[in-house]
T-cell receptor
Framework: KQEVTQIPAALSVPEGENLVLNCSFT??????LQWFRQDPGKGLTSLLL?????REQTSGRLNASLDKSSGRSTLYIAASQPGDSATYLC???????????FGKGTMLLVSP | SAVISQKPSRDICQRGTSLTIQCQVD?????MFWYRQQPGQSLTLIAT?????????ESGFVIDKFPISRPNLTFSTLTVSNMSPEDSSIYLC????????????FGPGTRLTVL
């Protein structure tokens, strides 16, 4: 059974810092990995999707990497801003059109 | 991309009653899912909503408690039956885009509180 772990559970940084969120998964036979953002009381917003054949994806200040063989992914946020404050969720799928297994998330607080 | 709406956005219900949550997608999709997010926890899959047939439930979830309908490729409902305070959660529907390599899109969620 796939298990997804995210470290740290919570992170507080001052504005402008670069930061890294970590995600690990137990079964390396994944189809893709996604990073989501969840704001309090709201649904999920997809940030980045990495296919199993890819090593990284970038969107603006966000960069996600994937090392499938070691079961790890990182989400790098450059020049953090207070608007980045949210819970970041990592999720993996085992095949196309399949369901996602989620980690518990990292709660990020960026202070002005 | 897919735009998903859910109704209601939130509700407060009494123990023993039932609530039906609606999920509407702006385009036809193959796969629709229902997730639950209990307070302080991550998302847990309840079931896959299959068009024209019975939903496929995950371990720990049963049809009598969470009946699901999916009459067409753009709409699904989840009912939370005979509610107890332990059912207080955010319920989210999600869909996979047109391609199997596409991202999953999530609705805004329904925040349910059971008293």
């Amino acid at each position: 059974k796939q298990e997804v772990t995210q470290i740290p559970a919570a992170l507080s940084v001052p504005e402008g810092e670069n930061l890294v969120l970590n995600c690990s998964f137990t079964d390396s036979a994944i189809y893709n990995l996604q990073w989501f953002r969840q704001d309090p009381g709201k649904g999920l917003t997809s940030l980045l999707l990495i296919q199993s054949s890819q090593r990284e994806q970038t969107s603006g200040r966000l960069n996600a990497s994937l090392d499938k063989s070691s079961g790890r992914s990182t989400l790098y946020i450059a020049a953090s801003q207070p608007g980045d404050s949210a819970t970041y969720l990592c999720a993996v799928s085992s095949s196309g059109y399949s369901t996602l297994t989620f980690g518990k998330g990292t709660m990020l607080l960026v202070s002005p | 991309s897919a735009v998903i709406s859910q109704k209601p956005s939130r509700d407060i219900c009494q123990r023993g009653t039932s609530l039906t949550i609606q999920c509407q997608v702006d385009s036809q999709v193959t796969m629709m899912f229902w997730y639950r997010q209990q307070p302080g926890q991550s998302l847990t899959l309840i079931a896959t909503a299959n068009q024209g047939s019975e939903a496929t439930y995950e371990s720990g979830f049963v049809i009598d408690k969470f009946p699901i309908s999916r009459p067409n490729l753009t709409f699904s409902t989840l009912t939370v039956s005979n509610m107890s305070p332990e059912d207080s959660s955010i319920y989210l529907c999600s869909v996979v885009g047109r391609a199997s390599t596409d991202t999953q899109y999530f609705g805004p969620g329904t925040r349910l509180t059971v008293l």
